[in-house]
């Protein structure tokens, strides 16, 4: 299920346009939903508690959400926007493990929860370390890019990474 960004971070979101695009695959489209609407059986499909049968949700795309297994999150730290906006860390799945194992389609939030997108197109830096905390070791710097738009914006995803340099 998406939910289009209309004003990120707090885009509108509505239980009939939640469940067209559940049912129909169209958000903002005119189909009829039959009530009631039940957010559970749209998570989990079904028609328990709804008017409509909902289909089941794609459990094994991440991040949906990114910390199903419970395995939680990892710290990158030291982090800035090219703009100096943002100076601090960002988090990702700690299933990645290590920071220097961080690479294109990887996804880095502003909380710990990974609940947090970072919302405009940023690109950023983090200066090396021998701490599993960064991605390059000492004396060199990672550069990466966060939502590169290629028709849809995927919200903290990583588009763009440089090798150490």
């Given at each position: 299920m998406?939910?289009?960004?209309?004003?990120?971070p707090?885009?509108?979101?509505s239980?009939?346009?939640l469940?067209?695009?559940?049912?129909?695959?169209?958000y903002?489209?005119?189909?009829?939903v039959?009530?009631?609407?039940s957010?559970?059986?749209m998570?989990?499909?079904?028609?328990?508690s709804?008017?409509?049968t909902?289909?089941?949700v794609?459990t094994?795309s991440e991040?949906?959400?990114v910390t199903?297994?419970?395995t939680?999150?990892?710290?990158?730290?030291n982090?800035?926007d090219g703009?100096?906006?943002f100076t601090?860390?960002?988090?990702?799945n700690?299933?990645?493990?290590?920071a220097?194992?961080?690479?294109?389609?990887d996804?880095l939030?502003?909380n710990?929860?990974l609940?947090?997108?970072y919302?405009?197109?940023?690109?950023?830096?983090?200066p090396g370390s021998?701490?599993?905390t960064?991605?390059c070791?000492a004396?060199?710097n990672?550069?990466?890019?966060?939502?590169?738009?290629?028709?849809?914006?995927?919200?903290?995803?990583?588009g763009?990474s440089?090798?150490c340099?």
């Open positions: 998406a939910v289009p960004i209309s004003s990120c707090n885009p509108e979101v239980m009939l346009k469940a067209r695009e559940a049912l129909f695959g169209d903002n489209g005119s189909d009829t039959t009530g009631p609407i957010l559970y059986d998570i989990n499909s079904g028609s328990a709804s008017g409509n909902y289909p089941a794609n094994s991040p949906n959400p199903r297994n419970g939680g999150s990892l710290e990158l730290t982090v800035t703009m100096g906006t601090g860390s960002l988090y990702y700690s299933d990645i493990g290590n220097s194992n961080l690479g294109l389609g996804y939030y502003l710990e929860a609940s947090e997108v919302c405009g197109p940023g690109n950023f830096n983090q021998s701490s599993t960064t991605h070791p004396g060199q990672w550069y990466f890019v966060l939502n590169i738009v290629v028709g849809a914006v995927d919200y903290s995803k990583i763009q440089d090798a340099s």
